[in-house]
């Protein structure tokens, strides 16, 4: 919608691709990355993004056009030849690879009125009673109510006038030196204006001669043009006003770019009262300071800005936000003054989100007029900035909701406010010393740099990518960059999600869950009062964890069945297999505390738990009601010891049980080591002969991230006859969710069908959690008859849904003096959460790759799991493995530094090679680590950029960049052997040869979908387009296990693949029958050269000589002849071996994958912020199934990558609650985030 907008906005002409990517500046997208979406839509600018396409190779949309035929060609692609049916099992390292409103059923009513006029206003104003006047919301785009904070507040303004269209407040004109901007003006429209008045001014200095003394004076409006720039996103600029964004300045403490901005630069607000025809001007501080009152008796009529700034005037402003775009500031500096030949005059020095409001700092100013001479500013510099630390210590204060933070985090975040107000104004001296040409650091080349900020650079620049993969003809469609087959729908927004699903509203209900959002570990009872059901009249049932336990006795033989099968099962699997009289309890806890459950009873053991769920005609009736008894009718008891971090479970030892230390418990790797019977390392041997070897220890840490998929967790339970369920899911794991759906509603697996179309966006965040939101839903709908429909709010499900386990390392490294890694000792300690959930999986994979792409001969890596009252950490994109690798590498560069090695020589001594044995015994019969090494310092020009990255550094004292290079060994399979398979179903329609396929992986965006339709394409030797997925569905493909653990296309494919093959030689067999039985000399297909498997849309001539498609024959052939045109489909990966601590020896991963990437980061050490200037990766695919997509999933990994280190931080307040609970806080990375 955004790019179609763009496209009849303006002409092309005035676009450039800077233009398109800033629109997309409120756009968040988690799978790709953004380069291919942006590439994409640069070609609506002016140049048509060319420069980018030369190395962006073109999709296959129409199957007819492609590498393979010679219809496409380019540069970055190469078409290599492989004689063979199936790709090889390694990879050629030569190949380049990868790189008055009421609703109905709540408690509230509103009153909106549209106001055409000014004196309407006013005379409105007037008629409302002085004590409801503060209820007044005035109404332009009404963007504030999208600030989390303040979401309440807004609730309670109920008298909404909607001021947007009078004709006063709306317009901007200019009044000599400065322009007059209405009070509903939109940010938007201010904005533009400012943009281009800055490139009008920038014509007249380049056709007119300007003196030098006039050129040095600052341009009001582009000081305010690039500060907006930065300033929300391109929609809430369209719909915010001017007026607005002050109002929240003065009355909420908002940390508002605006207000910061035009109090440095002097502007003033007009002021309309009732009952008066003056309107007073106020100066931004007098507005936001108390001496303006907004008591309901006035409005704000518009704001005066300086258009022109008097002579020898500089003025700068500064922000330092989470991420470039779309974030309220961490801190805001403005800056001007007027430069004199003996002093500075008109100082105003500006901190906006420092003390309780924008405010000035009248005491430095002061100081810089009366103490400081332009002539001597380089020696005096140093005490203003003592002045500025001296007022900025009496001034700063907590922002507001931050209240409640830990005192030793509102203290670092007090530090890092301080320092940069101190080095914004460092900064804004430095450049003011440099324009206007003053004896101070003028001289220092070193700090050139230092005024420049490196993201509103950044927001001047456009970022780029380029691809290169191989294409194999003779395995099309296979390794063809098709497009995703459902990209179309998606792009109109046709497709289909969990949450679009529909039922009809009549009979629709909705649930809302009621959660514990107070104490981490309490007990608490739910008291309902009497007048509930008059306050919310629209509830229909209000469900806890006393409705969830049977009150009948269970199905004796599903019972039966359910105890005689658990010692088959690992204890991940037990959470489907609870004891009937416990159908609330769907996970293990610790010992003497609840686990996983549907509802919690009696006790909480973490804040966003659920305590119950009201189920209502409609989700804002549920919701509200939802909200009511949660702040209301929720009583908690707090219990102790409670274990907030994983600094305090650590320090108390508060570990998970195994079955080492209590018999109940599940089981888990201890340990990782070789040789295997190593239980410690003696490390004397190596610290008493240090002649020999160099030893190093340290720590390292890791933070935890949440998934945030675009579809946050959410089902449709709709009951069916007998009392049998359909759940349409937003899951990763049908099975799960139908095991669990089973157990609450007291049905048998036969009678729960799970169905999911697609989703939006996993992670891991819905393989083992998705179960809470089917599981309420069906619960609702199987109690009620009724179809309920359960999706969660952002903020619910941040609160109630497990995260990426925080991990703790301990390393300590022996090498030689040459570099040689003898002996390294890794000890993990993981934020497990509240209950076991998965993470003990997740700890026996850190531990099974945390030798990543080395090979040492004493090696031990062990590792502990945390309990904390926290939400259940769960599964997450890489599953352990990044955190792992983090500290792994940490330990690398630590004794590369020790020993003032290189760190890329260090590890090249180090790597894998081909034939090595891991430390759990997996000989590695493909290793490429070297080929991809090779590549990627090529590729990437590694040595002559660290070159220039060492002369950048020498040469700026402030700026800094850095290069590095990692290379990456990553293990292919479920660590449990009995999740490596697959089923798939297959079916031809005889009528017009069309084929469904069904399989059990779940298409989340990762485009697994098309990969099976590449495969069955393939292996039936047929077109692509004749080929549908339906839904995944457990009542197609039975047991269908979880879609993560980067198995999906391996598990699936091959299931596809042999339910293609299982067909194709039943309908070889019934052709070569047929054609014997008319001609015994002729055969189908000649079993020597199976030229009917090699050749792609090739037609037998001497059968079909008009050269039509076979295909529809062969199936109605089939057909005729009663040969069944269905076939079932299964794989499992071969030859695996459990790794345990009985059996420390095997082979869990089905193989490997090698990888290695550079990147070149520019970093700011006066305020922290950081660009990443260019990524270069190089994967080892094998023969990739389809290279656009498999490129998709690297780059997105990457920027996900990107966001857990740079932009994405989980806060919890001093009671455990998460304060980074909404976008308004927590933030991924946006489309300036991304390399350049």
């Known amino acids: 919608m955004k790019a179609y907008l763009l496209n009849t906005e303006a002409s092309k002409e005035s676009r450039n691709i800077v233009d398109i990517e800033d629109a997309f500046d409120g756009h968040l997208c988690r799978c790709t990355g953004y380069r291919p979406i942006l590439c994409a839509l640069k070609t609506f600018s002016s140049d048509g993004n060319k420069e980018e396409l030369e190395h962006t190779p073109p999709l296959v949309i129409d199957p007819s056009c492609t590498y393979s035929k010679h219809s496409l060609q380019h540069s970055h692609v190469h078409v290599e030849r492989f004689e063979g049916t199936d790709a090889p099992v390694s990879v ?25 006029t000014l004196e309407q206003l006013m005379a409105l104003i007037q008629d409302i009673p002085k004590e409801d006047r503060q209820k007044i919301h005035f109404v332009v785009g009404n963007t504030a109510y999208g600030i989390q904070p303040f979401q309440d507040k807004i609730k309670k303004q109920t008298i909404c006038l909607y001021i947007a269209d009078i004709p006063d407040l709306g317009q901007m004109s200019q009044d000599g030196s400065s322009m007059i901007a209405g009070a509903a003006v939109s940010l938007q429209s201010l904005f533009q204006y400012c943009r281009l008045q800055v490139e009008n001014n920038k014509k007249m200095k ?42 929240l300045a003065k009355m909420w403490r908002f940390p508002s770019d605006l207000a910061c901005v035009l109090m440095t630069l002097d502007a003033a607000v007009i002021m309309q009262s009732t009952g008066h025809p003056l309107r007073p001007s106020y100066s931004i501080p007098e507005f936001i300071s108390d001496k303006v009152a907004l008591d309901g008796t006035n409005v704000i009529h518009s704001i005066v800005i300086p258009r022109t700034a008097s002579q020898n005037v500089f ?50 100013e002061k100081w810089m007029k009366t103490n400081c001479t332009p002539q001597m500013l380089s020696e005096q510099y140093l005490s203003l900035l003592s002045e500025l630390e001296k007022e900025l210590k009496e001034v700063i204060c907590t922002p507001p909701g931050m209240e409640n933070l830990p005192e030793r985090q509102l203290k670092r975040f007090e530090e890092f406010r301080m320092s940069l107000a101190r080095n914004m104004f460092l900064k804004y001296m430095i450049e003011l010393c440099a324009v206007f040409k003053l004896p101070s650091w003028n001289s220092m080349s070193k700090l050139k740099s230092a005024p420049e900020s490196l993201i509103y650079a950044r927001m001047d620049t456009s970022s780029s990518g380029c691809q290169d993969f191989c294409v194999y003809p003779n395995e099309a469609p296979v390794s063809e960059p098709i497009v995703k087959q459902s990209i179309f729908l998606q792009t109109t927004g046709e497709a289909k999600y969990t949450q679009d699903a529909e039922m009809g509203s009549q009979n629709l209900y909705h649930g809302v869950y009621i959660l514990n959002m107070e104490e981490a570990y309490a007990k608490f009872t739910l008291d309902i009062p009497p007048d509930f059901k008059e306050k919310f009249p629209d509830v229909v049932k209000i469900f806890t964890a006393d409705d969830v336990n049977p009150s009948v006795k269970a199905n004796p033989t599903n019972k039966e069945i359910k105890l005689r099968h658990t010692h088959l099962l690992t204890e991940r699997d037990m959470t489907a297999f609870h004891s009937p009289s416990n159908r609330n309890d769907l996970g293990r806890g610790q010992e003497g505390f609840p686990g996983d459950t549907l509802f919690a009873k009696e006790k909480v053991i973490y804040i966003g738990q659920p305590i119950g769920m009201v189920v209502s005609k409609s989700e804002s009736s549920a919701r ?38 209590h018999p109940s418990a599940p ?8 040789p295997t019977e190593l239980e410690s390392i003696d490390w004397s041997m190596y610290e008493n002969d240090c002649s020999t070897y160099t030893v190093v220890e340290g720590v390292q840490s890791t933070d935890s ?7 946050t967790q959410s089902a449709l339970a709709y009951p069916q006859e007998g009392g049998k369920i359909k759940v349409i899911s937003s899951a990763q794991s049908p099975a799960s969710v139908q095991a669990t759906v089973g157990q609450v509603c007291d049905l048998p697996m036969n009678s729960v069908v799970i169905e999911i179309p697609r989703i939006g966006g996993g992670y891991g965040g819905k393989e083992v959690q998705s179960k809470y939101a089917s599981a309420a839903a069906a619960f609702c709908a199987h109690k009620l008859n009724k179809p309920v429909r359960v999706a969660l709010h952002r903020t619910e499900d941040m609160h109630m849904i497990g995260k990426r386990h925080a991990v703790f390392g301990k390393y300590r490294v022996a090498a030689t003096k040459d570099g040689k890694i003898i002996a390294m000792e890794l000890n993990f300690f993981a934020d497990g959460g509240c209950t076991y959930d998965c993470s003990f999986p997740v700890m026996d994979l850190i531990l099974l790759v945390s030798d990543n792409a080395y090979k040492i001969p004493k090696f031990l890596a062990q590792g502990e799991v945390c309990m904390t009252n926290k939400a259940t950490s769960t599964a997450f994109r890489s599953f352990g493995v990044v955190q792992g690798m983090l500290i792994v590498e940490a330990a690398v560069e630590a004794i590369a530094e020790k020993l003032n090695i290189h760190s890329n020589q260090l590890r090249e001594i180090n790597f894998y090679k081909k034939g090595d ?22 590729s990437s020009n590694y040595h002559e950029r660290e070159k220039a990255v060492k002369k950048f550094n020498l040469e700026n004292k402030f700026k800094k960049r850095a290069i590095k290079l990692i290379p990456l060994k990553y293990g292919i399979s479920f660590t449990r052997k009995m999740s490596n398979q697959g089923g798939a179903l297959l079916q031809v329609y005889q009528d017009d040869g069309r084929v469904l396929l069904n399989f059990g992986g779940v298409e989340m965006g990762q485009g697994l979908n098309t990969k099976m339709m590449q495969i069955a394409a393939f292996t039936l030797n047929i077109p692509l387009e004749y080929i549908e997925v339906s839904n995944t569905a457990t009542d197609k493909v039975p047991n269908p296990v979880s879609t993560g653990a980067s198995t999906g296309s391996d598990l699936n494919g091959g299931a596809v693949k042999n339910a293609c093959v299982k067909l194709k030689k039943r309908l070889e067999d019934c052709i070569d029958e047929y054609l014997s039985a008319v001609d015994p000399s002729i055969s189908f297909v000649d079993p020597t050269t199976h030229e009917f498997l090699l050749q792609w849309y090739k037609t037998r001539k001497w059968y079909f000589p008009d050269g039509k498609n076979y295909w529809p024959c062969v199936a109605h052939l089939a057909y005729s002849q009663r040969v069944s045109l269905s076939s079932t489909g299964f794989f499992k990966s071969a030859d695996l071996v459990a790794v345990s601590n009985e059996s420390p020896l095997g082979r869990p991963f089905y193989y490997f994958n090698y990888a290695a990437a550079v990147s070149e980061v520019e970093v700011d050490t006066l305020t922290g912020e950081c660009t990443i200037l260019r990524s270069d990766i190089v994967y080892d695919a094998g023969h990739s199934l389809n290279p656009a997509i498999d490129i998709g999933q690297i780059e997105g990994g990457f920027v996900m990558g990107v966001g857990y280190v740079l932009t994405e931080k989980l806060i919890y307040d001093k009671n455990g609650k998460l304060f980074t609970d909404g976008t308004w806080e927590y933030k991924p990375p946006d489309t300036k985030t991304v390399p350049l």
């Open 206 to 247: 380049m056709t007119k001669k300007k003196a030098d003394d006039d050129l040095q004076s600052s341009f009001p409006l582009e000081v305010l043009y690039n500060h907006m720039k930065r300033l929300a996103t391109t929609e809430v600029r369209n719909a915010g006003s001017l007026a607005g964004n002050l109002y």
């Open 315 to 364: 003025t700068r402003t500064y922000k330092v936000a989470a991420r470039p775009q779309n974030s309220h500031p961490l801190l805001n500096g403005g800056f001007s003054a007027q430069i004199n030949r003996r002093s500075f005059e008109d100082v105003r020095i500006v901190f906006g989100n420092l003390g309780q409001k924008t405010q000035r700092m009248p005491q430095t």
């Open 624 to 661: 509200e009601a939802a909200q009511w008894l949660q702040q209301n009718a929720v009583k908690f008891k707090k219990l102790s010891p409670t274990y907030l971090t994983l600094e305090e479970a650590l320090e108390r030892s508060n570990f998970f049980y195994d079955k080492t230390n």
């Open 667 to 674: 089981s888990r790797l201890k340990k990782v080591s070789h």
């Open 92 to 116: 050629d390292t030569s190949y380049p690879m990868l790189k008055v409103i009421s609703k109905p059923g709540t408690n509230r009513s509103f009153t909106w009125i549209k106001v055409n």
């Open 917 to 938: 044995y891991t430390p759990y015994g997996q000989q590695l019969l493909y290793c490429n680590l070297d080929g991809v090494w090779e590549t990627i310092l090529e």
């Open 705 to 711: 991230q949440y998934h945030f998929y675009m579809e």
